[in-house]
C-alpha cells in the first residue's frame, strides 16, 4: 500500500493489532514518504508521546478524546504543513530544556572524574585505591557521591550517563 498510492495525512491508531503497533506502523511511513504528515491517535495520555514529535517519528499526537473540532484542526493543518500543538507540550518542551540544564551544570571533580574513568576502564575499587594511592574506603565514598549526582545505582550507569552527558 505504502508503494503504490502516496497520502498527504497519516491518522494512525496507536493499537493497530495485527501484530504491529502504530508507532511500528508511523515508522514505515516516515521511511516510504517523507513528505506525508503523520497524526499518531491514542485513548492513552498524548503526553506520553510527546519525544516522538521531538525524534521526528510523527508529526502529532491526537487523543482519541479530543473534540470533533480538534481532530477536524489537525488534520486541516496537517495538509497545509502545519502542527498545532497544546500548552502541555510546550510544558513538555521547558520541562525538557531544565532537564538538559541541569545535567550541563552538573560537574565532577578531578578526583571523582579519575574513578570514573579507572571503573570504566574495569579496575575495581581496590585496584583505583592502590593506583591512587588511597584507601579503599576513600574509592567508595567517591563512588558513592558520583552515584547520588548522576542519580545512578550501579558502576555501569554511572560510567554510561556520564559518557552521555560528556564529564568523562
Do not use: C, P
Not at 495538509?79 to 532537564?99: G, P, T
Not at 565532577?108 to 592502590?130: C, D, F, P, W
Not at 565514598?141 to 550517563?161: C, D, G, M, P
Request: aromatic share 8%; no cysteine.
Amino acid at each position: 500500500m505504502l508503494e503504490k498510492t502516496k497520502y498527504d495525512v497519516f491518522l494512525i491508531d496507536i493499537n493497530l493489532g495485527n501484530g504491529i503497533s502504530g508507532i511500528e506502523f508511523a515508522e514505515q511511513v516516515r521511511m516510504k514518504q517523507l513528505e506525508a504528515s503523520i497524526i499518531l491517535y491514542t485513548g492513552e495520555l498524548v503526553e506520553n508521546y510527546y519525544s516522538l514529535i521531538i525524534e521526528q517519528k510523527v508529526d502529532n499526537i491526537l487523543s482519541k478524546t479530543a473534540t470533533r473540532d480538534t481532530l477536524l484542526n489537525t488534520i486541516y493543518a496537517a495538509v497545509h504543513n502545519k502542527v498545532l500543538i497544546s500548552k502541555n507540550f510546550i510544558y513538555y518542551i521547558n520541562r525538557q530544556l531544565d532537564k538538559t540544564t541541569v545535567e550541563k551544570k552538573l560537574r565532577l571533580n578531578a578526583r571523582q572524574k579519575q574513578i570514573l574513568e579507572m571503573v570504566g576502564e574495569g579496575y575495581t575499587n581496590k585496584g583505583i585505591a592502590s593506583e591512587l594511592d588511597v584507601v579503599e574506603r576513600t574509592v567508595e565514598n567517591n563512588l558513592s557521591q558520583i552515584y547520588n549526582l548522576l542519580n545512578v545505582e550501579t558502576r555501569i550507569e554511572a560510567v554510561i550517563k556520564a559518557k552521555e552527558w560528556e564529564l568523562i
